[in-house]
């Protein structure tokens, strides 16, 4: 850590009562400070059972006579040394829930003796953002403790143990990139992050040259995914397409195989590296300027999958561009996004073939062979011509990654990993080749379909497809949505009728 670090000690009540720090290792005495939860913080997200569990852990505490009760780290960003106003990086959950409880505590006992009036706890007025998890848990959690505390006996005891004795470890910087550096480290040591974590911590560190302004807005940007769908993206989307683009199996992305997203960096000075790095800051400066808008022309594409990733700003901005193009492709709204609009096929997989392991996967191959087209050949905005190749193409997806299911029984990842890499093909299975790399290849559409066409073969109809299509499930249902998935394969001439033997 650099010279900006400053460590300090805080009762919980010097914090929240007094608001101030007790002592630091430059201020003896403490300093004032007034806490802010700034627009980049996830939501209070701590349920009544974490309320309860500290309260339990308090108490314990106090039964067995402890002097001091450490309850955790505090990390505080302060811009300006002159100014009062921290915003809190990490430990947010936990002083919310604090003030909630010495709150909860203060009504409780000014009910019990309207004389002894007791102060409010001025942090619970900073403004949370308008969300579900906040709207609930802040009440719910409050109600939870005056429930409790009406049944504690000794009352006054515990007020005076949490303000006194119970204890956090702040770390306050003034470098919002070193906060975010401390908060990452400290997750690490207490349980294993997610690869996306360690990435936006890694790149956090390659943002030193930023204002502390342009940095939140960042973070706001990436916080403000649904962040089980942001992991998704990294370990199910991108990490296996950039492997079997190569024609390698996709494992499982770790913290020990996450380095093809550190990527390149500014201090990289190889031509290759400054190849990329110069065609993405020539589409960066472009859509940022008035060209497009005074020639009417189309944005550029600063990203390719299958390219290296820009590290710092720009990794946070591929971030954001797959993460709005992966949601497009996923929602089948017939009036919203570019690409996948009221289709039919994906219509029937929705409502038939979203459960399971096999269809899973299954519907795996099929979007990330959409995701990579879109990449590759789809501008920002595209045209009519554009979206006739793209619909033409998912047809094709369709029938290579349905190949797949249609012809095993069972489908896991071994099967899937055989289908792409073509060793299925030694046991006879049909339409089993790597079409991301087969799309990664090619240079246009034309060329692409021109290629899934010679290589795309109908599926013979042999008594394990005989049991699942006949007359009564290749209908629509009231929807017009097909019950069952192989109608397409009739309907788009990929089904070879063969008499059953007799």
């Known amino acids: 850590m650099g010279n900006n670090l400053i460590l300090g000690i805080t009762k919980i009540g010097d914090l929240l009562v007094n608001n101030k720090i007790s002592e630091t290792n430059v201020d003896k005495e403490g300093r004032s400070v007034s806490l802010k939860i700034p627009p980049y913080q996830r939501p209070y997200k701590w349920t009544a059972k974490n309320a309860n569990q500290l309260l339990d852990d308090i108490i314990e505490a106090i039964n067995e006579n402890k002097e001091v009760y450490r309850v955790g780290t505090l990390i505080l960003h302060n811009k300006n040394n002159e100014n009062k106003d921290y915003d809190i990086v990490d430990g947010q959950q936990r002083v919310i829930t604090f003030a909630l409880l010495l709150q909860a505590l203060n009504q409780v006992l000014e009910?019990?003796?309207?004389?002894?009036?007791?102060?409010?706890?001025?942090?619970?007025?900073?403004?949370?953002?308008?969300?579900?998890?906040?709207?609930h848990n802040v009440l719910n959690n409050f109600r939870v403790f005056e429930r409790r505390i009406n049944n504690i006996e000794k009352k006054d005891e515990l007020k005076k143990f949490i303000e006194g004795q119970c204890e956090l470890v702040v770390v306050i910087t003034s470098d919002l990139s070193e906060a975010f550096q401390f908060f990452d480290s400290q997750n690490a040591r207490g349980k294993a992050l997610y690869p996306?974590?360690?990435?936006?911590?890694?790149?956090?560190?390659?943002?030193?040259?930023?204002?502390?302004?342009?940095?939140?807005?960042?973070?706001?940007?990436?916080?403000?995914?649904?962040?089980?769908?942001?992991?998704?993206?990294?370990?199910?989307?991108?990490?296996?397409?950039?492997?079997?683009?190569?024609?390698?199996?996709?494992?499982?992305?770790?913290?020990?195989?996450?380095?093809?997203?550190?990527?390149?960096?500014?201090?990289?000075?190889?031509?290759?590296?400054?190849?990329?790095?110069?065609?993405?800051?020539?589409?960066?400066?472009?859509?940022?300027s008035s060209v497009p808008f005074v020639t009417g022309g189309k944005l550029l594409k600063p990203f390719q999958i299958d390219a290296p990733v820009i590290a710092g700003k720009p990794f946070f901005e591929y971030a954001k561009h797959y993460f709005d193009i992966l949601a497009d492709i996923k929602d089948n709204d017939k009036?919203?996004?570019?690409?996948?609009?009221?289709?039919?096929?994906?219509?029937?997989?929705?409502?038939?073939?979203?459960?399971?392991?096999?269809?899973?996967?299954?519907?795996?191959?099929?979007?990330?062979a959409i995701l990579l087209y879109v990449d590759r050949f789809?501008?920002?905005?595209?045209?009519?011509?554009?979206?006739?190749?793209?619909?033409?193409?998912?047809?094709?997806?369709?029938?290579?990654?349905?190949?797949?299911?249609a012809q095993y029984t069972n489908v896991g990842w071994l099967v899937a990993q055989n289908f792409i890499t073509e060793t299925s093909k030694k046991e006879g299975l049909r339409n089993s080749f790597n079409i991301y790399r087969m799309i990664a290849d090619s240079d246009s559409p034309n060329v692409l379909l021109s290629k899934l066409s010679d290589n795309l073969v109908p599926l013979e109809s042999i008594k394990a497809e005989k049991k699942v299509i006949n007359k009564d499930k290749d209908e629509e249902d009231e929807d017009k949505i097909f019950v069952n998935y192989l109608h397409f394969f009739k309907?788009?001439?990929?089904?070879?009728?063969?008499?059953?033997?007799?």
């Open 196 to 288: 996306h974590d360690l990435l936006k911590a890694y790149h956090l560190r390659e943002m030193q040259d930023l204002s502390a302004e342009k940095t939140e807005k960042i973070v706001k940007t990436w916080e403000d995914c649904d962040q089980k769908e942001l992991s998704n993206l990294f370990k199910e989307y991108l990490y296996r397409l950039k492997e079997w683009i190569k024609g390698n199996r996709s494992d499982e992305l770790t913290e020990k195989n996450i380095d093809m997203f550190k990527g390149i960096t500014a201090k990289d000075k190889h031509p290759y590296a400054q190849f990329y790095k110069g065609a993405f800051a020539y589409a960066d400066n472009l859509n940022n």
């Open 335 to 368: 009036y919203s996004g570019y690409f996948i609009n009221d289709n039919e096929i994906v219509k029937t997989l929705d409502k038939y073939y979203s459960h399971g392991t096999g269809n899973r996967i299954t519907r795996l191959l099929f979007d990330t």
């Open 111 to 135: 009910k019990k003796n309207s004389e002894n009036k007791q102060e409010d706890i001025s942090f619970l007025s900073e403004e949370l953002a308008d969300n579900d998890y906040n709207l």
């Open 491 to 502: 309907a788009y001439k990929f089904w070879e009728i063969k008499d059953e033997p007799k």
């Open 378 to 405: 789809c501008p920002l905005v595209p045209d009519k011509t554009d979206l006739n190749f793209f619909e033409e193409f998912v047809k094709f997806a369709f029938i290579w990654a349905y190949s797949m299911r």
